[in-house]
């Protein structure tokens, strides 16, 4: 805005700015009227001269060749209404690229008579009508099958009524909806049929399936191919991460280095016309397919079908993340969107992963060694602000391990923001040389870091840590070598709550979200919000649950405990052998468990989970668990196989959980703690209790997966009796002991 201004200081006393211009096409075969309105930038009547101006910073040199076409197309067709609104017979147009830095212009002008102006717009107004008349047919006729569309099945399952009509009625309403519904009902299909149907109705423009894994999406995709719309009437899209996307990870996302960005909006409508015209479900593979034959990048090219499509199925983060493709498309067009949540007791987590960053003192070490020469004083100038931080944190003879920081020092500031202007600077400069992967890694972390540090408020702590050592101080010598500054979200709601807010309607639902005001406070519900606890489609007898009593897995207690805990375990095999998973709270315990019941019980099959799987390795490790097999699983509480496993049957008939799940307790953990002992007045159940039960019946949840399963839980701790514990287990438990 401030370089506009000064373009149009530096102009005559009859320049004239924000000129509103607008102008009526009429196609000529149908006969459909598009009105086109818009502001020129600036209009100098005595030389007939309209102007677009573009502020830039950098060489003119480094920037695309699409770029400046489009610039090109706005300021034709701004000519083309001038034209037609004056009358005029030719105009000069002016592209006038304004140098923030140097204060200086580059101005490239052409002459177009009106004729010629008037083709250009008649040109891509028949593209546009061509497009909304297509979009527009498919709206009717998808709105028309919604309508009509029957749930897939003969009946619904017991509590599947209840979870759908509390979501057709929030979409009604246009509510948040909190729904917890127990594995078993068919959640998937039971929020995704009354959101559809609600879609016409409520004027719906899309509808965002979001979900924490790829297990989640795939069941949406499952959920909504099993509603059998007509062919073609629902447009579904997949949405994967780039590196999962991506043909060519060793190359650079530029036309200059990947083939398939090079010419990618040359060819992206012929593909884009394809997806739409195949009608079929535009899952990941299916992408990728259309993306390869007209050779563009398939990661691109379902961010572009986001515009054309109506169901889109994807993770979290593309409408809750600060900078999400879902979001922001939806503000930018004005969409009315119905969001399912999906697993939503892990949007707490992953919000918190979302609004928080870390800058490492080593990064900026790694980014020094390979930057240019014109970069070293800035970064000089860091090293120094983020030396002086350390010290002055921690007194004069040592420097504590971890310590919180009430703000961050101005100068430390200053000197980051200037280091990043700095190498923003250098990226615009035009050189042909990309930056350095150090370089660029730090410039990305530091960016996302001052961008926190400017929300930084109560629902955040800003701490500084020392790594790699366990001794409660350090020299000062040592202390520059591992420092780690961290902005860490610890409520999300701030930042979560303009997202539900921005869409018609939301329903968050899990197995697993209670207590519900903990939900609602942290993630931000807004005040009308609604809850739903469906009940259970399973009776008590199904499920044997056995508290035992005189077991501590308390990290003090776990070595006197750990006999006891493996006799339990093997005992329950003899008694009914078959395949069961045990639950730890750590690897390290698993490991203990582990090799004493292999010497108490060889043979009893025993699988444990390893460090650090790969999904091949947890496809193989789940494929023991058939039928016919034996054994236990021995896993750690909250890990891949806590939930989204599904065993039915005799594939698992068992569980044993041998912790509360409580999270470690630490410095980070005791300052959540305490601060949301200070904002909600429940540190202790908000930082370990809710989080800890959460994972529990998360973890037991994977024993009873159908109304004709049986099976038995063993809850390996003497808390498990505690009143206030036993209250955060699903109310159908029949609980003993």
Same mark, same amino acid.
């Given at each position: 805005?401030?370089?506009?201004?000064?373009?149009?200081?530096?102009?005559?006393?009859?320049?004239?700015?924000?000129?509103?211009?607008?102008?009526?096409?009429?196609?000529?075969?149908?006969?459909?009227?598009?009105?086109?309105?818009?502001?020129?930038?600036?209009?100098?009547?005595?030389?007939?001269?309209?102007?677009?101006?573009?502020?830039?910073?950098?060489?003119?040199?480094?920037?695309?060749?699409?770029?400046?076409?489009?610039?090109?197309?706005?300021?034709?067709?701004?000519?083309?209404?001038?034209?037609?609104?004056?009358?005029?017979?030719?105009?000069?147009?002016?592209?006038?690229?304004?140098?923030?830095?140097?204060?200086?212009?580059?101005?490239?002008?052409?002459?177009?008579?009106?004729?010629?102006?008037?083709?250009?717009?008649?040109?891509?107004?028949?593209?546009?009508?061509?497009?909304?008349?297509?979009?527009?047919?498919?709206?009717?006729?998808?709105?028309?099958?919604?309508?009509?569309?029957?749930?897939?099945?003969?009946?619904?399952?017991?509590?599947?009524?209840?979870?759908?009509?509390?979501?057709?009625?929030?979409?009604?309403?246009?509510?948040?909806?909190?729904?917890?519904?127990?594995?078993?009902?068919?959640?998937?299909?039971?929020?995704?049929?009354?959101?559809?149907?609600?879609?016409?109705?409520?004027?719906?423009?899309?509808?965002?399936?979001?979900?924490?894994?790829?297990?989640?999406?795939?069941?949406?995709?499952?959920?909504?191919?099993?509603?059998?719309?007509?062919?073609?009437?629902?447009?579904?899209?997949?949405?994967?991460?780039?590196?999962?996307?991506?043909?060519?990870?060793?190359?650079?996302?530029?036309?200059?280095?990947?083939?398939?960005?090079?010419?990618?909006?040359?060819?992206?409508?012929?593909?884009?016309?394809?997806?739409?015209?195949?009608?079929?479900?535009?899952?990941?593979?299916?992408?990728?397919?259309?993306?390869?034959?007209?050779?563009?990048?398939?990661?691109?090219?379902?961010?572009?079908?986001?515009?054309?499509?109506?169901?889109?199925?994807?993770?979290?983060?593309?409408?809750?993340?600060?900078?999400?493709?879902?979001?922001?498309?939806?503000?930018?067009?004005?969409?009315?969107?119905?969001?399912?949540?999906?697993?939503?007791?892990?949007?707490?987590?992953?919000?918190?992963?979302?609004?928080?960053?870390?800058?490492?003192?080593?990064?900026?070490?790694?980014?020094?060694?390979?930057?240019?020469?014109?970069?070293?004083?800035?970064?000089?100038?860091?090293?120094?602000?983020?030396?002086?931080?350390?010290?002055?944190?921690?007194?004069?003879?040592?420097?504590?391990?971890?310590?919180?920081?009430?703000?961050?020092?101005?100068?430390?500031?200053?000197?980051?923001?200037?280091?990043?202007?700095?190498?923003?600077?250098?990226?615009?400069?035009?050189?042909?040389?990309?930056?350095?992967?150090?370089?660029?890694?730090?410039?990305?972390?530091?960016?996302?870091?001052?961008?926190?540090?400017?929300?930084?408020?109560?629902?955040?702590?800003?701490?500084?840590?020392?790594?790699?050592?366990?001794?409660?101080?350090?020299?000062?010598?040592?202390?520059?070598?591992?420092?780690?500054?961290?902005? *860490?979200? /610890?409520?999300?709601?701030?930042?979560? %709550?303009? =997202?539900? @807010? $921005? +869409?018609?309607? &939301?329903?968050?639902?899990?197995?697993?979200?209670?207590?519900?005001?903990?939900?609602?406070?942290?993630?931000?519900?807004?005040?009308?919000?609604?809850?739903?606890?469906?009940?259970?489609?399973?009776?008590?007898?199904?499920?044997?649950?056995?508290?035992? *009593?005189? /077991?501590?897995?308390?990290?003090?207690? %776990?070595? =006197?405990? @750990? $006999? +006891?805990?493996? &006799?339990?375990?093997?005992?329950?095999?003899?008694?009914?052998?078959?395949?069961?998973?045990?639950?730890?709270?750590?690897?390290?315990?698993?490991?203990?468990?582990?090799?004493?019941?292999?010497?108490?019980?060889?043979?009893?099959?025993?699988?444990?989970?390893?460090?650090?799987?790969?999904?091949?390795?947890?496809?193989?490790?789940?494929?023991?668990?058939?039928?016919?097999?034996?054994?236990?699983?021995?896993?750690?509480?909250?890990?891949?196989?806590?939930?989204?496993?599904?065993?039915?049957?005799?594939?698992?008939?068992?569980?044993?959980?041998?912790?509360?799940?409580?999270?470690?307790?630490?410095?980070?953990?005791?300052?959540?703690?305490?601060?949301?002992?200070?904002?909600?007045?429940?540190?202790?159940?908000?930082?370990?209790?809710?989080?800890?039960?959460?994972?529990?019946?998360?973890?037991?949840?994977?024993?009873?997966?159908?109304?004709?399963?049986?099976?038995?839980?063993?809850?390996?701790?003497?808390?498990?009796?505690?009143?206030?514990?036993?209250?955060?287990?699903?109310?159908?438990?029949?609980?003993?002991?």
């Amino acid at each position: 805005m401030a370089g506009h201004a000064l373009v149009a200081g530096r102009r005559g006393s009859g320049y004239q700015t924000e000129l509103s211009l607008s102008g009526v096409f009429v196609e000529p075969e149908c006969g459909a009227r598009l009105r086109v309105r818009g502001r020129a930038d600036g209009w100098d009547a005595g030389r007939q001269r309209l102007e677009e101006i573009k502020t830039h910073k950098g060489s003119l040199d480094a920037q695309p060749a699409n770029h400046r076409a489009l610039h090109w197309a706005q300021l034709k067709v701004y000519g083309a209404l001038l034209c037609q609104q004056e009358g005029l017979a030719r105009v000069e147009l002016a592209l006038v690229y304004f140098d923030v830095l140097a204060q200086s212009e580059t101005v490239f002008a052409e002459t177009h008579s009106a004729a010629d102006l008037q083709a250009f717009f008649a040109e891509q107004c028949g593209r546009y009508v061509a497009w909304a008349q297509q979009e527009q047919a498919h709206r009717e006729a998808r709105d028309a099958a919604l309508l009509a569309l029957a749930f897939p099945h003969a009946d619904f399952r017991r509590g599947q009524r209840a979870l759908a009509e509390g979501v057709y009625k929030a979409a009604v309403s246009g509510r948040v909806l909190l729904a917890q519904a127990p594995t078993g009902i068919g959640k998937t299909v039971g929020t995704i049929f009354p959101m559809l149907k609600a879609m016409p109705g409520q004027k719906l423009d899309k509808l965002f399936f979001l979900t924490a894994k790829s297990s989640g999406r795939q069941l949406a995709l499952e959920g909504v191919e099993k509603l059998k719309t007509p062919p073609g009437s629902l447009r579904v899209l997949e949405l994967v991460a780039r590196d999962k996307a991506c043909e060519h990870p060793d190359k650079a996302c530029h036309g200059e280095s990947c083939p398939l960005a090079q010419g990618f909006y040359d060819r992206l409508p012929q593909a884009r016309a394809a997806a739409v015209q195949s009608g079929l479900p535009l899952e990941r593979a299916a992408v990728r397919a259309l993306a390869l034959a007209f050779e563009v990048c398939p990661y691109y090219l379902s961010q572009e079908l986001v515009r054309w499509a109506d169901v889109v199925v994807g993770d979290y983060n593309y409408f809750f993340d600060s900078s999400a493709l879902l979001h922001g498309l939806s503000q930018q067009n004005g969409w009315r969107v119905g969001l399912l949540a999906d697993e939503a007791h892990n949007l707490l987590e992953r919000g918190r992963k979302m609004y928080s960053a870390e800058l490492e003192q080593d990064s900026l070490r790694g980014a020094k060694l390979v930057a240019p020469p014109s970069l070293k004083a800035p970064l000089d100038r860091l090293q120094r602000a983020w030396t002086k931080l350390s010290k002055s944190t921690a007194g004069e003879e040592a420097v504590q391990p971890y310590q919180v920081l009430k703000e961050l020092p101005e100068a430390w500031m200053q000197a980051l923001q200037q280091a990043t202007a700095a190498i923003s600077e250098q990226q615009q400069a035009g050189s042909a040389k990309p930056l350095e992967p150090a370089l660029q890694n730090f410039f990305f972390e530091a960016l996302a870091f001052a961008r926190l540090a400017e929300q930084l408020d109560a629902h955040s702590l800003c701490d500084l840590t020392l790594r790699n050592s366990n001794a409660p101080g350090f020299a000062k010598s040592q202390a520059k070598l591992h420092t780690t500054l961290a902005i *860490r979200n /610890i409520v999300p709601a701030p930042f979560l %709550r303009p =997202r539900l @807010l $921005a +869409a018609h309607t &939301a329903t968050l639902f899990s197995a697993t979200v209670q207590p519900a005001g903990f939900y609602a406070d942290l993630l931000g519900l807004p005040e009308n919000w609604a809850y739903l606890e469906v009940e259970s489609p399973f009776e008590a007898a199904q499920l044997e649950i056995k508290v035992a *009593r005189q /077991i501590s897995t308390r990290y003090a207690d %776990r070595q =006197r405990s @750990l $006999a +006891a805990l493996v &006799a339990q375990i093997g005992a329950q095999f003899q008694a009914r052998p078959g395949n069961y998973l045990a639950f730890f709270s750590s690897h390290d315990y698993l490991q203990q468990a582990a090799e004493l019941f292999a010497r108490e019980h060889p043979g009893v099959p025993l699988w444990p989970q390893a460090r650090r799987m790969s999904e091949a390795d947890q496809q193989a490790f789940l494929q023991r668990f058939t039928p016919e097999s034996q054994g236990i699983g021995f896993v750690v509480l909250g890990g891949s196989f806590s939930e989204g496993v599904d065993l039915p049957g005799a594939r698992l008939i068992g569980a044993f959980i041998a912790t509360l799940g409580l999270p470690q307790v630490n410095p980070v953990n005791e300052q959540f703690r305490a601060r949301l002992e200070q904002l909600k007045g429940a540190g202790y159940d908000y930082t370990y209790l809710y989080p800890g039960l959460q994972k529990v019946v998360q973890a037991a949840g994977r024993v009873i997966r159908t109304t004709e399963d049986r099976g038995v839980i063993h809850l390996l701790d003497d808390r498990f009796a505690r009143r206030e514990v036993r209250a955060l287990l699903p109310s159908w438990w029949r609980v003993e002991g």
